[in-house]
């Protein structure tokens, strides 16, 4: 796979990090989304490299970073992610994640806040409950498992293609990536650390009160969005204060590939504008009981979580 710029290979722990980086200032790192890689931003990064040092990772599992036997979980992500920037020499930075990328940022922001100048959540996970069928079918533990590696190329088509990304000969590379060794392993694991079968079991509004004060913000969605669904971000609306946000109207999961000149203009924006950091709104917990639907709901979920996680996932 032919990186965007010169490509660097990190080793942190058990795997490596594959990275590149375009333009010169105060450092913005990119990160993917799932069974992507840092190609995802080729239509945004020159933009932003004209006034930023631009750094894309390929997160591990995917693209030409490591696929190492390991947890996968969100927290291992974002330790991951925090060595490799002491690695690359990386003090400080601005974050922008897109999809599970935008849920690993956001688990950096809980781990490593003094890292972080600003977060940018573009169609990100861990802001609400609902997510694509076939991501929630990915989570079952021993189906998603045993269907992982044989289906990663043709899931990668389908998935890109439905959530917006036109680019045949981009589906055809990342397809291809996704064959590799340890692909399907690396792809279940994550799912199944913040998805089951109901949708996103890990929400940043469960952790949101540990970050003593919230980075400036910016969330960006298509309002088309088939995988994650534009209500997340009219939810984080009304629960942040002092926080900016873009909708794009007729545009799916990857607004970064669909409307490049828009979104890196409002990138550039975010990043040249005085802003403070967000604030919560209201306090996210009340303690009004919960309806009897909703408790047997729960009752319900759990009892069906339980039964498909009695045996140990395989290796």
Not at 83 to 105: E, F, K, N, P, Q
Not at 192 to 216: A, K, N, S, Y
């Amino acid at each position: 796979m032919e990186m965007l710029g010169e490509t660097r290979v990190t080793k942190i722990g058990d795997t490596s990090i594959a990275w590149t980086e375009l333009g010169s200032g105060p450092p913005i790192v990119l990160l993917h989304g799932l069974a992507d890689s840092h190609r995802t931003w080729r239509l945004a990064a020159p933009a932003l490299a004209t006034r930023f040092r631009v750094v894309m990772p390929d997160l591990p599992g995917h693209g030409l970073s490591g696929r190492p036997d390991a947890p996968y979980t969100l927290e291992w992500y974002a330790d991951t992610l925090v060595a490799w920037l002491d690695a690359a020499g990386i003090d400080r930075a601005s974050l922008v994640g897109h999809s599970y990328g935008g849920g690993v940022a956001q688990w950096m922001a809980l781990r490593a806040r003094a890292r972080i100048d600003r977060l940018v959540l573009v169609a990100a996970g861990g802001l609400g409950r609902e997510v694509g069928l076939g991501l929630r079918i990915a989570a079952t533990p021993h189906l998603g498992l045993l269907l992982a590696q044989p289906l990663m190329g043709p899931c990668t088509r389908v998935m890109m293609r439905a959530a917006g990304n036109v680019d045949a000969a981009e589906i055809d590379r990342a397809a291809w990536m996704n064959t590799a060794p340890g692909a399907g392993r690396a792809f279940h694991r994550t799912v199944r650390g913040c998805i089951d079968v109901f949708g996103q079991r890990l929400q940043t509004w469960d952790h949101i009160h540990e970050i003593d004060e919230l980075p400036p913000m910016a969330i960006l969605w298509g309002d088309r969005d088939p995988i994650i669904p534009v209500g997340h971000a009219a939810r984080a609306r009304d629960r942040l204060a002092f926080a900016s946000f873009a909708e794009y109207a007729g545009v799916g999961h990857f607004p970064h590939l669909e409307v490049p000149e828009r979104f890196s203009a409002d990138l550039l924006s975010f990043f040249a504008t005085d802003v403070g950091p967000a604030r919560l709104r209201m306090p996210l917990v009340t303690a009004r009981r919960p309806s009897r639907l909703r408790r047997w709901l729960t009752r319900l979920r759990e009892t069906v979580v339980r039964l498909l996680s009695r045996r140990p996932a395989l290796p």
